[in-house]
């Protein structure tokens, strides 16, 4: 999850529902959460509407060294 001090996090999460690319179940993502496994079969998906590594010069610190890194590819398309 992203850290609580987070400037660019909005104050009341909102809720997406995504399918697991591996079972099909529903996973509920919230906009403060950056990876949620499927609940069914563990499957973890990324919270690509997330675009701070973009712009926030905390990201890395926020998310983590590895997180950063794949949500930065997943951001440039490379």
Do not use: H
């Not at 590895?66 to 930065?72: F, H, N, R, T």
Request: hydrophobic fraction near 30%; charge should be neutral; aromatic fraction near 8%.
């Amino acid at each position: 999850m992203i850290m609580d001090g987070c400037q660019g996090k909005p104050r009341t999460p909102t809720l997406e529902e995504k399918t697991c690319p591996r079972c099909g179940a529903v996973i509920e993502v919230f906009s403060s959460d950056t990876e949620v496994a499927c609940d069914n079969c563990g499957f973890v998906v990324y919270n690509d509407s997330l675009s701070c590594v973009q712009w926030c010069k905390y990201a890395r610190k926020c998310v983590g060294d590895e997180l950063y890194e794949k949500m930065k590819r997943n951001v440039s398309g490379k």
